[in-house]
């Protein structure tokens, strides 16, 4: 336990107890048991990989795109570069690069991915240099250049994958949000966010007029709460870093200062519940109320709380909102009562970093 890293966890569209997770290190593993035992892909060229994310096609769950590199490592060790994006059509069994591909020396990353749910063939993908589509599976890719801005974070509009969102990652102390009303064609910029180096977005069924964001600080601590409720076009604050905790430090009171947030930052809003919302730093906090109020449900070793791995990396909800899932430095965990405990599911991932 505690001996790898996971930056995503994904769920198969038409079995809830499949879930593939991508390492930092380690490639993609998959369970079909939700999370009692792990199987590793036919070992490849590729499955010892960085992965950022992982991306299935909702029409045809057989294909599944990854984004190679570790995204969130490369900001500290800056040792795991992509290849690109590489695709299975066949559950994983086989891999292939697709043509938007790297040599490690291009020192790119590729950071989130989106398959069109009606059009396995149909794909955007954000990365260092911009954002990319593909209508061919990836055989061809179209290159959208948005202000030579870095694109870190990735999310559809769940009501009309027309509408997408898209944030930028920079030290510079300025982010910004894109829309596109165009499946990836174009895009917008809709908002910046200064002092800040990270944007991390969450969207749900719920309420698809509603965005999340989690944004860091210049010093890698809580910057703020953002949200809009009309699908991107205004925003506003919930809870920010003058009148707030620090949703992104080491304290289990929130009093500290600092954090990690170009290395961990991750947010999650549930698909029953839009005012339901975790975040994730170094530990997880919880808001019932559209993040005007936060409490700490996991801490890395205060026994006032029930302990997760430090250092969060990803918060995914199964599509019914039962279970919240958590790729941590340690593996996996998940919680099945709304954050009071969680259960460790990382046994079995030889993903050690």
């Known amino acids: 336990q505690g001996m790898g890293r996971v930056n995503a966890v994904r769920f198969h569209p038409t079995n809830p107890k499949e879930i593939w997770v991508g390492a930092a290190m380690g490639g993609v593993w998959y369970t079909k048991d939700g999370g009692t035992t792990w199987e590793k892909f036919p070992f490849t060229q590729f499955l010892s990989l960085g992965v950022s994310d992982i991306a ?10 990854v984004a190679t590199g570790d995204v969130d490592g490369n900001g500290s060790s800056k040792s795991c570069y992509s290849v690109g994006i590489i695709k299975t059509t066949n559950g994983g069994q086989d891999w292939t690069i697709t043509n938007f591909a790297k040599q490690l020396s291009d020192r790119e990353l590729v950071t989130r991915i989106l398959v069109d749910p009606s059009n396995p ?47 930028t990652f920079s030290y510079s102390g300025t982010n910004y949000i894109y829309k596109s009303t165009d499946r990836g064609n174009t895009w917008t910029k809709k908002e910046g966010f200064d002092s800040t180096i990270r944007l991390a977005m969450a969207v749900t069924p719920n309420n698809p007029n509603y965005i999340y964001i989690l944004a860091a600080n210049e010093q890698s601590g809580f910057a703020a709460i953002y949200f809009s409720t009309d699908k991107g076009e205004s925003w506003d604050v919930s809870y920010d870093e003058n009148t707030g905790k620090n949703l992104l430090g080491w ?34 906090w919880k808001s019932t109320n559209s ?63």
């Open 56 to 65: 299935f096609s909702q029409s045809n769950p057989n294909v599944a795109y």
């Open 251 to 284: 304290s289990e009171l929130g009093n500290d200062t600092k954090g990690q947030g170009f290395y961990d930052l991750s947010i999650a809003v549930s698909p029953t519940d839009y005012k339901t919302i975790y975040v994730g730093g170094i530990n997880i």
């Open 291 to 353: 993040g005007y109020a936060w409490t700490l449900a996991a801490h890395w070793y205060s026994e006032n709380f029930p302990y997760v791995h430090a250092d969060i990396h990803d918060l995914s909800y199964t599509a019914d909102g039962s279970k919240l899932y958590v790729g941590s430095d340690g593996g996996v965990d998940v919680t099945a009562d709304n954050g009071k405990s969680w259960q460790f599911l990382g046994d079995g991932l030889a993903i050690t970093q």
């Open 121 to 167: 063939n149909t794909v955007i993908a954000t990365y260092y240099g911009g954002i990319v589509k593909t209508t061919d599976g990836g055989e061809t890719w179209t290159e959208t250049k948005v202000d030579s801005k870095q694109f870190i974070d990735l999310k559809a509009d769940p009501s009309n994958f027309d509408n997408m969102y898209a944030t």
